[in-house]
């Protein structure tokens, strides 16, 4: 389909292993973003990436977090040394729009169907 | 204070009821208001952005009010359908010249038959 693709669905891993989630974009969409959502809470911003710059990444709740998109389309949500504070839903947004009114009705955010990571 | 907060509800409704939400935001530089729409255990979809004037679609009508910086959606005619959680969305103009929307924890909605 052409929508934001997002693997693997389900993740488990034992607490201080590392994890890496994907997102494959909607194609030509400049704007990527990464959410977090817990259970029964909306979707927490990490960072976001304007084609492969990653201009903001004030959300990433520690260092042990890491984004990367290295040729602006596929992108790559790092967690090492995962806790049991890091089990969420990471939703992975795309966005036409380069600046201004991203999420606009002109340029919504499309989402992921997310990737559900429960560290045990 | 919370940037963005909603009643969790559950909304419980009978079909063909009028229901309606409202969601208050902190930062008054806010600029842009939207409404998202989450079925259980998948993604949020974009449902209506809201306009200064007030703006409808069909059975769903969001209005905006920036004195007392809330918005608000209403939902006529209830549908089975409709059952979901409702997020708002609000986004002041970030300085890079994107905006970093906040989202609401939501609000539950379940239409009975």
């Known amino acids: 389909g052409a929508g934001v693709s997002q693997s693997p669905r389900y993740k488990v891993a034992k607490r201080g292993q590392d994890v890496a989630l994907r997102c494959d974009p909607i194609s030509g969409h400049v704007s990527l973003f990464w959410y977090q959502q817990a259970l029964g809470q909306g979707p927490e911003f990490l960072t976001y990436f304007q084609n492969e710059a990653q201009l903001d990444k004030s959300g990433l709740p520690s260092d042990r977090f890491f984004a990367e998109r290295p040729e602006g389309s596929v992108s790559t949500l790092k967690i090492q040394r995962t806790q049991q504070e890091d089990s969420a839903v990471y939703l992975c947004a795309s966005s036409l729009a380069r600046g201004l009114r991203t999420g606009g009705d002109n340029s919504p955010l499309h989402f992921g169907n997310g990737t559900r990571l429960t560290v045990t | 204070r919370k940037e963005v907060e909603q009643d969790p509800g559950p909304f419980n409704v009978p079909e063909g009821a009028t229901v309606a939400f409202n969601c208050t935001y902190s930062n008054s530089a806010s600029q842009s208001f939207f409404w998202y729409r989450q079925d259980c255990r998948k993604e949020p979809k974009l449902l209506m952005s809201?306009?200064?004037s007030g703006n409808e679609d069909g059975r769903f009508t969001a209005q905006l009010n920036r004195a007392s910086q809330y918005i608000s959606l209403l939902i006529r005619d209830s549908k089975l359908s409709d059952s979901a959680t409702y997020l708002c969305v609000v986004g002041p103009l970030n300085s890079g010249g994107y905006q970093k929307v906040t989202f609401g924890t939501g609000t539950k909605l379940q239409v009975i038959p």
């Open positions: 809201v306009y200064s």
